[in-house]
């Protein structure tokens, strides 16, 4: 550092003279960097900063952006003139030459009653150069202050508009004592400056004396003993002459434990006090620092009025920024250097005490410190007990209830968490009180912690209700008061009270329990005692424990959780096998629901309620707000592919592959009509502007007009040349637009049903369609992968929208028409900007395949529905997911047995392999791994193997004894429909909705042949048993069969005949004949030599899923979206049996050896349903000799007399397992076992 030894004389004179100047002005003498920098300018002004940091020591970044503009600006406050490191060395000699005496740099406290007079002269005579008298009492020397300029210049506006009353208001550490400090040295018009703390809490009898006797410097002035009388005087010479009055840490007198405001027993006098400062007419001002507002000033206080409080916040982060540099911390990023200042609130205090831990042990490592997620050090902590103490019981609750919610909350959102609410004006004065104590801020309505003080809080509950569960109290009086988990909180929040408040939480718990299962035990006997002591008792102490459990991992099948208030519990997911409910109150929780994935969404106009439309042939209905399912509507034979609100009532539409449109009231769930006409699938439905029309469209190429209020169909638009899956009405119902199969949108006038346009330029199907609300736009979505924009008017594709990787399934607007929400097949929705025609913002979803988006009438929220029973709500504004809902349903799309009868393998849509011992008739295995549809599992030919194919586009090969995944074949592009292996177990192959099929090395894992061919989705493979024949056969959607070579991958021959998509193909024992089914509702039976179609078998009245052959060959059974299993004499074609018990669609048959070695049949017939089954039938009487499904979440859950569900709720709790039985808690868990 520079030496501050003089060089000469002229440098030592002017170093004191402006010393001098300046603490007259301000209070503080020059500090080190100043008079570096001062004498370095005065002997060469032409120097630049990087030559004088070099000269003296310092760093040029904090001379040139911290000393320089500070000094320079004071300078020029002191003298009355602009002053620069150029121009200093002439205005202050000049200023020298004009003073009429030398000045000696005093201390803070040499301005003794004798000095007075010598520097200041009587009041109305000229002012000296030198600033007003000061008394700096117990002031600390503020050498380095950082920004606050715009406070200040506030502040010194106030009091020159004569202000008499003055409030500067902060948590502690913000900043406000040293604000008041550097207020005061910048003060000009005052005769007297007086700077006093009251951290000691004076008696104001003592204050009123001490600060006369300061303004008429009489320290022996003898006063009345009356603080009234003492109050009286100090008005009088406040009236004669002008003082700045500073009192420092005001809140010391003001009572803790109460709202703020409140004095302290003996302190009454200090509000009449500031009351009169503030009313009485005076030419001084008093400035007051507190953390909380006494009461007086929300009386007195107004914008124009000469009260006024500032609430003063944290430091900007360019501000706070010079703290950091102060340490000496580099920080190479802004985003972290803004996180660190965001995390503590700007406060100074806070930040000077984490920089310098960043410092120590961190080795100034700003990252590393930010991910240990600890903001508390134990000097903040004593910093905010300090605050917490002074809280009343409303006010502690309040805070605990902001800091769970870890986002803003309304004033109705945090009173309707409070179990026993106080009246409300005692909850708004709390929230007052804390606001007055800067511990909580308010914007736009809504109320949050900054996260110091959130952490804080956090920390401080988790201690304390940690403290009461160890102590195992008679009572748990926070528990049962503060909800840990909310488990309707948007998805995000509740992840984050899981990682913040449950975990660190249970983590303390097994520090004194040391082991899960002893603090499983206590947990679950504090469930007892509440069930025992408070039964029904509103609180949410049982949710709170269930959630604990939970999270510990703990399996809570045949726990009794009968008669207790289980409030915020989050269930979803949870194994509730044979847990008692009776009684129970389970408002506000959440449990797992059944449905199957959501082929549509949509929302209702209002914003309160969203459909889904589900592929278990449902529509479900539910509240947005918390996502609970308030209905559902039941009566279609097949999945809902679309659903649609009426724009101005309450009808609901829904289109389905029943082939029918269903009309619905909302509010009761009555079909009011059901419109006939299609004559194949509905994929989508879409209402007129003024709700009058409905369109459709269909699988038979057609789209449909109809009149809502008659039912009546009134007009046929025809056209396309393929399945036509979207249509949508322009804004003016003059037109309709319609995507389809054949690639084409077609625009139709809607009063005379004629084709006004073709679009043309997707290059494969075009998935849907929406017009704009506001322009003559049409958006479409292809699964080309792109998104176009098309100008309706001309027909001219306006831009081309890429960035999805997979199908394009849906595309919609929003109420603007300036933003545009895209859905696809490769997991995520996009959200475009249609001015920039620029992707917002990318939704990654869990959804394998996300086949509908919606956004809600307000434009703030997505829904997203589609594969793996999911639907999932997501802000439009932060792109973070609000909610997710999960269905629980383990519909069987797929089986296969082992040779010798004994096992059986199902491949579900819960996305799991279950491994079946058909002799005990259960489930012995569960495999895990896929994350979408199981849609076909095989054994292999010795049984010590099992080949699942997913939607999740990967083959999967499993040890069938132990279970382990052995390998993982990907090269499929998307869902893998069918696998089979070849007789001697080497090969296998599969196909694909990606139009391949591939030949694997099962050894190996490598793909040896990829077969193209096919024009369209590949549903089924199958090789020939015969050892002689190296023949695989395939369907596909493009409605033939193709038989290839599997050693050279040649196509041998094409089968046709088929009119529709096949699904299914098998080969006979022998491997002469081949069995197809398929959409055209027709099973065909072909020669494998010549290609010839030998037999055509009607029956079926829907679209046949599954195909297998009997062991001998004689026989052929069929499985259909009818429900219905049917046997055919394959040589006759007659039809011998038809099998009735499934209540959905048939997904699989297989023929089998008995599983219990039974004489008397030749074989068995398996098959796997939706419906979650699986029956086993005697394929020559028809019986279904045993029916198995694997255990559902809520198997034996009694709900008798439960409270808090909805109707449907209830229904699918029951549809899961549930019971409604009178039985003891006991008898229960015995069931279990």
């Known amino acids: 550092m520079v030496s501050n030894s003089p060089q000469d004389g002229t440098e030592f004179s002017f170093l004191a003279f402006i010393d001098a100047l300046v603490f007259a002005k301000t209070g503080s003498h020059l500090g080190e960097a100043q008079r570096a920098l001062l004498s370095a300018s005065w002997l060469g002004e032409r120097r630049n900063y990087d030559q004088i940091a070099d000269a003296c020591g310092y760093s040029a970044h904090y001379l040139r952006k911290h000393v320089g503009p500070d000094l320079w600006q004071m300078l020029s406050n002191v003298l009355g003139e602009k002053v620069t490191k150029i121009n200093c060395r002439i205005v202050i000699e000049r200023q020298m030459a004009l003073s009429p005496r030398p000045l000696n740099p005093p201390s803070l406290g040499d301005f003794t009653n004798s000095s007075f007079p010598q520097i200041w002269g009587a009041r109305g005579a000229n002012p000296p150069p030198i600033a007003p008298y000061y008394d700096w009492g117990e002031a600390s020397d503020v050498e380095v202050f950082y920004g606050r300029q715009t406070e200040l210049d506030l502040l010194l506006k106030w009091i020159a508009a004569r202000c008499r009353l003055i409030g ?208 508390v050090t134990s000097e903040i902590n004593e910093l905010l007990d300090q605050h917490f103490a002074r809280l009343s019981a409303i006010e502690k609750t309040a805070l605990y209830g902001l800091a769970v919610a870890r986002e803003p909350l309304s004033l109705t959102t945090l009173c309707s968490d409070w179990i026993a609410p106080p009246p409300r004006h005692q909850i708004l004065d709390a929230l007052k009180s804390l606001g007055q104590r800067s511990l909580i801020e308010k914007h736009d309505g809504l109320f949050s912690l900054q996260p110091v003080v959130m952490e804080y809080v956090g920390d401080r509950l988790i201690t304390a209700i940690a403290h009461e569960i160890i102590q195992n109290r008679e009572s748990f009086e926070l528990l049962n008061q503060h909800i840990l988990l909310k488990a309707e909180a948007k998805d995000y929040i509740r992840e984050i009270q899981n990682r913040l408040i449950l975990t660190p939480l249970l983590e303390q718990l097994l520090k004194h329990f040391k082991v899960k299962q002893n603090l499983e035990k206590h947990l679950e006997s504090i469930l007892n005692w509440q069930r025992n002591n408070f039964p029904l008792e509103p609180g949410y102490l049982a949710g709170n424990i269930l959630n604990l459990l939970l999270q510990l991992g703990t399996d809570l099948s045949g726990y009794d959780c009968s008669h207790l208030t289980i409030w915020q519990a989050y269930l979803e997911g949870a194994n509730l096998n044979y847990v008692n409910f009776a009684y129970s109150d389970l408002s506000r929780s959440v449990l797992t629901e059944t449905f199957a994935s959501t082929l549509s969404v949509a929302f209702s106009p209002d914003g309160h309620y969203f459909a889904t439309a589900t592929t278990d042939n449902d529509i479900c209905l539910w509240q947005t707000k918390d996502g609970k399912k308030v209905r559902v509507y039941q009566g279609h034979r097949g999945w809902v592919h679309s659903v649609a609100f009426s724009p ?78 979207s249509v949508a009405f322009s804004p003016d119902q003059t037109l309709l637009a319609s995507g389809s199969n054949d690639k084409t949108i077609k625009i139709w006038d809607v009063q005379t049903g004629e084709c006004v346009r073709t679009l043309l330029g997707h290059t494969d199907w075009v998935q849907s369609v929406a017009f704009s609300p506001i322009t003559s736009l049409l958006a479409s979505g292809s699964r080309d992968q792109t998104i176009k924009l098309w100008d309706v008017q001309t027909g001219a594709c306006a831009v081309t929208l890429q960035g999805h990787t997979n199908w394009v399934q849906s595309v919609t607007f929003d109420g603007t028409g300036t933003l545009l929400a895209s859905a696809s097949n490769d997991q995520t929705a996009k959200l475009w900007d249609l001015t920039t025609h620029t992707c917002l913002r990318t939704f990654q979803s869990p959804i394998q395949d996300i086949w509908s988006v919606a956004f809600s009438p307000d434009g703030k929220a997505l829904i997203l529905g589609g594969s793996d029973q999911t639907v999932q709500m997501w802000d439009v504004q932060t792109g973070q997911c609000l909610k997710t809902l999960r269905g629980h349903i383990s519909g069987i799309l797929s089986l296969d047995s082992s040779a010798d009868g004994r096992y059986l393998v199902t491949g579900g849509s819960d996305r799991t392999v279950r491994l079946w011992d058909l002799k005990l008739g259960q489930c012995i295995k569960t495999l895990n791994g896929h994350t979408s549809w199981v849609r076909s599992v095989a054994f292999s030919p010795q049984n010590h193997m099992i080949a699942s194919g997913s939607s999740d586009h990967t083959i999967r090969l499993w040890d069938s004894v132990t279970g382990e995944c052995l390998k993982i074949l990907q090269g499929h592009d998307s869902w893998v429909r069918s696998v089979r292996f070849n007789r001697d177990g080497k090969l296998l192959v599969s196909g694909s909705t990606d139009h391949t099929i591939r030949l694997w090395d099962v050894q190996t894992g490598e793909c040896l042949h990829r077969l193209d061919g096919h024009d369209s989705w590949v549903r089924c493979v199958a090789f020939s048993p015969q050892p002689s024949q190296t023949i695989i056969a395939s369907s596909s959607d493009d409605q033939t069969i193709r038989l290839w070579d599997s050693h050279s991958g040649e196509c041998l021959r094409v089968l046709a005949g088929h009119t529709s ?92 050896v008995p599983p219990d070695g039974r004489s008397d049949l030749n074989s068995v017939l398996i098959s796997g349903s939706e419906d979650e089954t699986i029956r086993i039938w005697n394929p020559s009487t028809g019986d279904c000799l045993q029916s198995l499904r694997s255990p559902r979440p809520c198997e034996g859950m009694n709900i008798l007399d439960i409270k808090g569900l909805t109707n449907a709720q209830k229904f699918a709790l029951k549809a899961l397992g549930a019971i409604e039985l009178r039985i003891e808690p006991r008898e229960i868990s015995l069931q279990q076992h």
């Open 648 to 725: 101005t009532d309450s009808i609901i539409a829904t289109g389905s592959e029943d082939e029918t449109i269903r009309l619905w009231d909302m509010q009761t769930g009555q079909c009011l009509k059901t419109l006939k006409g299609h004559q194949n699938w509905v994929w989508a439905v879409a209402f007129s502007a003024d709700g009058r029309w409905l369109a459709s469209s269909s699988n038979d190429q057609t789209v449909r007009l109809w009149d809502v209020q008659t039912g009546v169909c009134l007009r046929v638009l025809e056209g396309h040349q393929n399945w036509v899956w």
């Open 168 to 375: 500067v208001f902060g948590v502690g550490g913000i900043g406000k004592t040293h604000l008041s400090i550097k207020l005061a040295q910048q003060v000009t018009d005052f005769d007297c400056v007086i700077w006093r703390s009251l951290r000691n809490a004076p008696p104001l009898t003592e204050l009123l004396a001490d600060l006369l006797q300061t303004i008429t410097r009489s320290p022996q002035l003898t006063l009345p003993d009356a603080t009234e009388v003492r109050l009286t005087l100090l008005l009088e010479h406040l009236r004669s002459m002008r003082c700045l009055l500073v009192l420092d840490n005001a809140e010391t007198l003001l009572k803790g434990g109460e709202c703020s405001g409140q004095y302290r027993e003996g302190y009454e006098d200090y509000g009449q006090f500031f009351k009169r400062m503030g009313e009485t007419n005076h030419l001084s001002c008093l400035l007051l620092t507190s953390r909380e507002k006494p009461k007086e000033f929300g009386v007195m206080e107004g914008e124009t009025l000469p009260v006024r409080s500032l609430h003063l916040k944290g430091l900007s982060p360019e501000d706070a920024q010079q703290i950091i540099d102060a340490k000496g911390i580099q920080i190479g990023s802004e985003t972290v250097s803004n996180e660190l200042v965001y995390r503590y609130g700007g406060n100074p205090l806070a930040l000077k005490i984490v920089t310098t831990t960043i410092q120590e042990l961190f080795d100034g490592d700003v990252s590393q410190f930010l991910q240990e997620n600890t903001a």
């Open 1061 to 1152: 998509g096949i699904w299914a193909v098998a080969f006979s024992p022998d491997g002469s004949l081949i069995g197809s089914g398929g959409d055209d509702r027709v099973v065909k039976i072909w020669d494998v030599q010549t290609g010839e179609c030998l037999k055509t078998l009607h029956g079926h009245e829907n679209w046949i899923q599954a195909i297998a052959f009997s062991p001998d060959g004689t026989c052929i059974a069929s499985g259909s979206n009818d429900q219905t299993i049917q046997l055919w004499d394959t040589v006759t074609g007659e039809r011998l049996q038809v099998l009735q018990s499934h209540h959905n669609r048939i997904w699989a048959v297989v023929f089998s």
